[in-house]
């Protein structure tokens, strides 16, 4: 009853409305305050803040890819180009339904479960307008079949893009190698700038040595946007750089030469411009195509040449090691001259065998069935004929000390530094080398291995070349070089500055001797100098692949095939006036004579006559086909 009265005061009901009117009205005149006060900070304190975000979110920066630089050989032709090819993508936000329409796509055209993959990944990192490469390098005919059934296939967008390839195929591939989409470990350690025009980048080979200069500077369009990112307008424009063209000093003649001549077989030749250092030619046999790999290969195709036994993927001229067997002699030979350990007319007997004092365990020669090379074998004789005996007694009289110190004055046992990436340095063993890799002593038994290029000695052949071109030059010590010129501008030559001074009579010694392995009828490349109009100067080899007992013959009848004999060569020409030098391998060939001597031949063969007239060189001799196949059966007695 009491709080029934209370309220229907009127007095009192005005009281409190009042309150409560005033109460109010303070409130919203704070909150008023409040509000302007924020509008005022807004709109004056951080107007400029704002402005800047809204044009940020409105004008974006789009990069313009740069045109990768092309590749040329020493005449001209193309070894890395790109051109224009037609990719498929499709656009999210056209697409009603889009499994529905990737599986017409399938029913239409080839896709494989990779591309759907690849597709799907992208899609993710995509907004809803951008179109997603779904299939690359269409063909003529799947784009016609597109183009045909392009009522059913909403949202699909066929476009042109410049994609690199490489006309030579299988022939440059280790050499110029290629590029490939960029991979997780390469995106963290590149410049995100640099590379957001592209998605590819170099891989191997002069592709990816000179990666930098082929890439070019990136390009920009700064567009504005709608609310949805989509672009209205193109605001600026900066155009991007092309990256620099590079001349290389390869030449594609040479190279197809020396590929084709090695006939399936497995194998390196690495031909040098004694003169510049340039590499004439490079094989790495087998091969394979670059190609595939630009847009990405297949996992199944990639497996097949990744377990091949062949190994096509090994770049054997700079990463492949063997022991150079008797190729390395003449060089063995000057070092024994200049040491003094020999003369010109220190002369041995050779009855196929040698023993060292309190050793009953015989060291062969080659030819010890037929009783050794006899008694008057000098230097010369055992250069020509491949004495081993000659070398065994020598390489312990030198002592590995002053072979292993001389013998890197000629690129032996280190890299050369050629402007190609994974270059391996080989093993020109010492003392220290094997205390502190093997943990044992050096043994004169170790000396007598090497003396003869077996045992710890390991060689590319890359070194061997520039070991060659070093002794044509008579002692220069070229740095090889891939590229000729950058952007037309040349490279400089690079000489590496000499360790010690040969005689010139040393130097005329063991070039003759050189020259009469090739044209002397006891030489054991004279069956190459058939129907030659200039001097080859060369050495023959045998490399072991697997130890024989001493008391063991070698027969190849017993072994398999992967464990017969390396056959190698090295030779300049022409003796008098060098100009190319080259170093070469049959992996299994056994004989350099009959496996790799005829390569070289065909290989020189084809550098002189490049250089002379036309008259010359019909003069000159056979083709290298019929040359070829005139050697067929061919062969001496084995080599070491």
């Not at 008023?32 to 975000?53: C, E, H, K, M, P």
């Not at 952007?487 to 040393?506: A, L, M, Q």
């Not at 496996?595 to 070289?600: C, D, K, L, S, V």
């Amino acid at each position: 009853m009491i709080h029934k009265e209370a309220f229907s005061d009127p007095v009192r009901e005005r009281k409190i409305f009042a309150r409560r009117l005033i109460s109010s009205m303070f409130i919203m005149l704070f909150m008023g305050l409040i509000i302007i006060s924020r509008y005022f900070d807004l709109q004056v304190n951080q107007f400029q803040d704002f402005a800047t975000d809204s044009d940020n979110n409105r004008v974006h920066v789009r990069p313009a890819a740069p045109t990768r630089g092309i590749i040329y050989d020493r005449n001209g032709e193309i070894l890395a180009d790109n051109r224009p090819t037609s990719n498929l993508s499709i656009i999210r936000e056209r697409a009603d339904d889009l499994d529905q329409l990737i599986n017409k796509i399938g029913s239409l055209i080839a896709l494989t479960d990779n591309d759907t993959k690849r597709f799907y990944n992208r899609l993710n990192r995509r907004k809803p307008f951008e179109p997603t490469p779904l299939k690359f390098n269409l063909t003529e005919k799947e784009q016609a079949i597109l183009a045909v059934n392009q009522h059913i296939l909403g949202g699909t967008k066929i476009s042109a893009k410049l994609t690199r390839f490489y006309p030579k195929n299988d022939l440059f591939t280790h050499v110029v190698g290629y590029v490939g989409r960029i991979n997780e470990s390469e995106s963290n350690v590149i410049d995100p700038i640099n590379y957001s025009g592209t998605d590819s980048i170099g891989k191997i080979g002069v592709e990816k040595f000179y990666e930098e200069s082929l890439l070019g500077e990136v390009g920009s369009d700064h567009v504005e946007t709608n609310a949805r990112g989509r672009v209205m307008r193109v605001i600026d424009h900066v155009s991007p750089v092309s990256g620099n063209d590079l001349q290389l000093h390869l030449d594609s003649r040479l190279q197809q030469v020396a590929y084709e001549a090695f006939s399936g077989e497995r194998g390196s030749l690495v031909a040098i411009e004694i003169e510049t250092g340039g590499v004439l030619a490079m094989v790495s046999a087998p091969s394979y195509d670059a190609n595939p790999f630009v847009s990405g290969i297949s996992q199944k195709a990639y497996d097949t040449l990744l377990n091949s036994l062949d190994k096509p993927m090994f770049n054997r001229s700079i990463r492949g090691q063997y022991p150079p067997g008797s190729t390395i002699k003449p060089l063995f030979g000057l070092i024994g001259l200049q040491s003094q350990s020999i003369t010109t007319e220190t002369k041995i007997e050779d009855p196929g065998y040698f023993l060292m004092e309190g050793i009953e365990r015989p060291w062969r020669d080659h030819n010890s069935e037929r009783g050794g090379h006899g008694k008057g074998v000098d230097l010369a004789k055992a250069i020509i004929e491949s004495c081993d005996v000659f070398f065994y007694k020598m390489g312990v009289k030198i002592g590995i000390d002053t072979l292993a110190a001389n013998s890197q004055a000629f690129g032996l046992g280190k890299k050369t530094d050629i402007d190609l990436p994974g270059e391996r340095s080989g093993i020109m063993p010492s003392r220290i080398w094997k205390k502190n890799t093997r943990g044992a002593s050096w043994f004169d038994g170790d000396t007598i291995n090497v003396s003869i290029g077996q045992g710890f000695m390991l060689t590319t052949p890359l070194q061997l070349a520039v070991m060659t071109a070093s002794i044509a030059s008579r002692g220069d010590l070229i740095q090889p070089q891939i590229v000729k010129s950058i952007n037309g501008v040349e490279t400089p030559t690079i000489k590496v500055i000499k360790s010690f001074k040969i005689r010139d009579k040393y130097w005329d010694y063991i070039h003759d001797s050189m020259r009469d392995v090739v044209h002397s009828n006891r030489g054991t490349a004279r069956g190459i100098s058939k129907d030659l109009n200039y001097n080859i100067a060369g050495k023959t080899g045998t490399a072991q692949v697997i130890s024989i007992n001493a008391s063991d013959e070698y027969d190849r009848s017993k072994i398999s095939k992967q464990q017969w004999d390396h056959a190698l060569f090295v030779a300049f020409a022409p003796a008098e006036d060098p100009k190319i030098a080259l170093a070469l391998i049959i992996e299994n060939g056994e004989h350099g004579s009959s496996a790799a001597a005829p390569i070289a031949r065909a290989v020189i063969d084809t550098y002189i006559k490049s250089a002379m007239n036309e008259n010359d060189a019909q003069n000159l001799t056979s083709t290298n086909a019929s040359y070829l196949n005139s050697l067929q059966g061919y062969d001496v007695y084995a080599e070491q």
